[in-house]
Nanobody, 119 residues
């Protein structure tokens, strides 16, 4: 079975950092790109970052320079290092498997992890 499980969320103050993890099972990183998206109440889903199987990375403009996506193929885990967090980063963060980072349509996704940033 394909599974993606996000973890690492929490409550932090503005300016602090969190590292999210996405544990993957049922497929290898050669098969899919892995991306993060977030969903805040009363807001549309936002794609945040994505990493291709060749290591190329992409970021939403609002997180560029603050967030870093990386993958550990041995651990089958993708990380999202989030620095200089802002209240507007508050959302549930999900990881998902895409055929490529150029699409917003994911094949698989997992339960999210809540990130709350207080001002």
């Amino acid at each position: 079975d394909v599974q993606l499980q996000a973890s690492g969320g929490g409550l932090v103050q503005a300016g602090e950092s969190l590292r999210l993890s996405c544990g993957v099972s049922g497929f290898t990183f050669d098969e899919y790109a892995i991306g993060w998206f977030r969903q805040a109440p009363r807001k549309e889903r936002e794609g945040i970052s994505c990493i291709e199987n060749n290591g190329r990375t992409y970021y939403r403009d609002s997180v560029e320079g603050r967030f870093t996506i990386s993958s550990n193929n041995v651990e089958n885990t993708v990380y999202l290092q989030m620095n200089s967090l802002k209240p507007e980063d508050t959302a549930v963060y999900h990881c998902a498997a895409y055929r490529t980072c150029s699409t917003t349509r994911y094949d698989y996704w997992g339960q999210g992890t809540q990130v709350t940033v207080s001002s």
